[in-house]
């Protein structure tokens, strides 16, 4: 029935079920899968922005708001608002309702306002899960806010650079007491963003590796242990390992009974995975009656070295830390790639020369259960393409079949060894990192020597 009792244009609160949806290719099912916050929205609040109709014989006909009246349909609500407009001025009500619609909604707020509207909410006495439920978003997205706005210094970032989510500034936060890492992140910003999430890791992997070797140094000394810096160490002294007594007994293997000796001493360092690693040392080694073993190294194990030798220790002091951080982020940026609905570009062509080289890797992912693509894909899909993968288009197919490839990749990285990879990249390292580059990843400069290992050498270097 049309509706014309009133004077048109006005405003009227309808039963969605009496508006007519004409041309619209929309569905809920559209909705659950690419818009389940406005859905939920919708759901807690209701639609707030008026349907825009025209009247017909059948009934007011939808011409802008189709995805609102699907929703409030989908939550049995039985009351939207509806601007009635004659059919003949639709089109000019339709400009003024996108631009209403641009600069009031689909622009949106920037996350700097959220945070501070998120803040104002928790000031009025909402939780954090209470607030979650009302603005129909995830609660740590909440936590996040409130920890950005508990930094004046990350809100100013934030309203500088509107491309930061509020995880993101989150974690930015988190290293204002550190001035280097701050200072750096903040020049990434500016000059580098596409390396920030690789240099946030590694300025987290830092701080971890910090308090484990702080933790490890407070134990010893609780324990009345002398402990020194590596660069402390004083000229005489020596590594137990380097050292016997005098009936020839590896000192190294009697650590305990040395805690005797007035020149007992202890240095901590950190290996590449963060773990702290203690060393023993004589601080006078020929005053208390030790001698030198003649199958051990000098100090710091670098006696007899050649000046190459060392240039190539240091570079892996450098490096092993840097490759264990940048899996961080790669892993991060990996599990983002598998959500992709369609392949990326060549991606039949990385699978089928993964295949064609008879890759190790995979062949031992795929023997040890593929451990780390279930972690990532989820048992339930791997199962069901191992059954057949019935009623899965060839994307999907696709896209599983290259998690399980890349994933078998990121398995293998997790072998200690591979930590050098940087160093010696085979074949099989060179094609992965090169697609994940191809693919949109930026390699971080530890990565970007897999493409190009003599750019990071020694001798490179010097020259």
Same mark, same amino acid.
């Given at each position: 029935?049309?509706?014309?009792?009133?004077?048109?244009?006005?405003?009227?609160?309808?039963?969605?079920?009496?508006?007519?949806?004409?041309?619209?290719?929309?569905?809920?099912?559209?909705?659950?899968?690419?818009?389940?916050?406005?859905?939920?929205?919708?759901?807690?609040?209701?639609?707030?922005?008026?349907?825009?109709?025209?009247?017909?014989?059948?009934?007011?006909?939808?011409?802008?708001?189709?995805?609102?009246?699907?929703?409030?349909?989908?939550?049995?609500?039985?009351?939207?608002?509806?601007?009635?407009?004659?059919?003949?001025?639709?089109?000019?009500?339709?400009?003024?309702?996108?631009?209403?619609?641009?600069?009031?909604?689909?622009?949106?707020?920037?996350?700097?306002?959220?945070?501070?509207?998120?803040?104002?909410?928790?000031?009025?006495?909402?939780?954090?899960?209470?607030?979650?439920?009302?603005?129909?978003?995830?609660?740590?997205?909440?936590?996040?806010?409130?920890?950005?706005?508990?930094?004046?210094?990350?809100?100013?970032?934030?309203?500088?650079?509107?491309?930061?989510?509020?995880?993101?500034?989150?974690?930015?936060?988190?290293?204002?007491?550190?001035?280097?890492?701050?200072?750096?992140?903040?020049?990434?910003?500016?000059?580098?963003?596409?390396?920030?999430?690789?240099?946030?890791?590694?300025?987290?992997?830092?701080?971890?590796?910090?308090?484990?070797?702080?933790?490890?140094?407070?134990?010893?000394?609780?324990?009345?242990?002398?402990?020194?810096?590596?660069?402390?160490?004083?000229?005489?002294?020596?590594?137990?390992?380097?050292?016997?007594?005098?009936?020839?007994?590896?000192?190294?293997?009697?650590?305990?009974?040395?805690?005797?000796?007035?020149?007992?001493?202890?240095?901590?360092?950190?290996?590449?995975?963060?773990?702290?690693?203690?060393?023993?040392?004589?601080?006078?080694?020929?005053?208390?009656?030790?001698?030198?073993?003649?199958?051990?190294?000098?100090?710091?194990?670098?006696?007899?070295?050649?000046?190459?030798?060392?240039?190539?220790?240091?570079?892996?002091?450098?490096?092993?830390?840097?490759?264990? $951080? #940048? %899996? /961080?982020?790669?892993?991060?940026? @990996?599990?983002?790639?598998? &959500?992709?609905?369609?392949? *990326?570009?060549?991606?039949?062509?990385?699978?089928?020369?993964?295949?064609?080289?008879?890759?190790?890797?995979?062949?031992?992912?795929?023997?040890?259960?593929?451990?780390?693509?279930?972690?990532?894909?989820?048992?339930?899909?791997?199962?069901?393409?191992?059954?057949?993968?019935?009623?899965?288009?060839?994307?999907?197919?696709?896209?599983?079949?290259?998690?399980?490839?890349?994933?078998?990749?990121?398995?293998?990285?997790?072998?200690?060894?591979?930590?050098?990879?940087?160093?010696?990249?085979?074949?099989?390292?060179?094609?992965?990192? $090169? #697609? %994940? /580059?191809?693919?949109?990843?930026? @390699?971080?400069?530890?990565? &970007?020597?897999?493409?190009? *290992?003599?750019?990071?050498?020694?001798?490179?270097?010097?020259?």
């Amino acid at each position: 029935m049309a509706t014309t009792e009133k004077k048109l244009p006005y405003l009227d609160d309808l039963d969605p079920k009496d508006l007519v949806l004409r041309n619209n290719p929309r569905t809920i099912s559209d909705l659950e899968s690419e818009d389940p916050e406005m859905l939920a929205s919708i759901g807690t609040h209701g639609v707030r922005f008026p349907v825009l109709a025209t009247p017909t014989d059948d009934g007011p006909a939808v011409i802008d708001g189709f995805t609102r009246v699907l929703g409030a349909l989908h939550h049995q609500q039985n009351q939207v608002p509806v601007l009635l407009v004659d059919e003949a001025e639709a089109a000019a009500w339709q400009r003024l309702v996108d631009q209403w619609i641009a600069n009031e909604h689909r622009r949106g707020l920037g996350e700097a306002d959220k945070a501070v509207m998120i803040e104002q909410m928790a000031l009025y006495g909402f939780d954090s899960d209470d607030i979650a439920e009302q603005l129909t978003t995830d609660v740590t997205v909440v936590k996040a806010a409130l920890k950005v706005r508990g930094s004046a210094k990350t809100t100013s970032l934030a309203r500088q650079h509107d491309q930061l989510d509020m995880l993101q500034l989150a974690a930015i936060s988190e290293f204002e007491d550190d001035e280097d890492a701050y200072t750096e992140i903040v020049d990434t910003l500016h000059h580098q963003p596409a390396q920030l999430g690789h240099v946030m890791a590694r300025r987290r992997q830092e701080r971890e590796t910090r308090q484990a070797r702080d933790a490890e140094i407070q134990r010893l000394t609780s324990a009345g242990v002398t402990v020194l810096d590596a660069s402390e160490l004083p000229e005489a002294s020596r590594p137990l390992s380097a050292l016997k007594d005098a009936q020839g007994e590896a000192l190294g293997d009697k650590v305990e009974e040395h805690q005797s000796c007035p020149g007992h001493a202890a240095s901590v360092r950190t290996i590449y995975t963060g773990e702290a690693r203690v060393s023993w040392h004589c601080l006078a080694w020929k005053k208390h009656g030790h001698y030198p073993r003649s199958d051990a190294s000098g100090p710091g194990g670098e006696q007899g070295l050649s000046e190459e030798q060392k240039a190539e220790r240091a570079r892996a002091r450098k490096y092993h830390p840097q490759w264990r $951080a #940048a %899996l /961080e982020e790669r892993r991060s940026k @990996l599990q983002e790639l598998l &959500q992709r609905k369609t392949p *990326p570009k060549q991606a039949r062509q990385f699978l089928a020369s993964a295949l064609a080289a008879g890759d190790e890797r995979v062949a031992k992912a795929i023997s040890r259960g593929n451990r780390y693509a279930r972690t990532v894909l989820g048992d339930k899909r791997i199962d069901r393409l191992a059954t057949g993968g019935r009623r899965m288009t060839e994307d999907q197919v696709t896209m599983l079949e290259l998690g399980l490839v890349l994933c078998a990749y990121e398995e293998a990285y997790d072998a200690e060894h591979t930590v050098s990879t940087w160093r010696s990249p085979t074949a099989a390292d060179q094609r992965y990192f $090169a #697609a %994940l /580059e191809s693919w949109g990843y930026t @390699l971080s400069p530890v990565e &970007q020597l897999v493409l190009n *290992p003599d750019s990071g050498s020694s001798s490179s270097q010097a020259a």
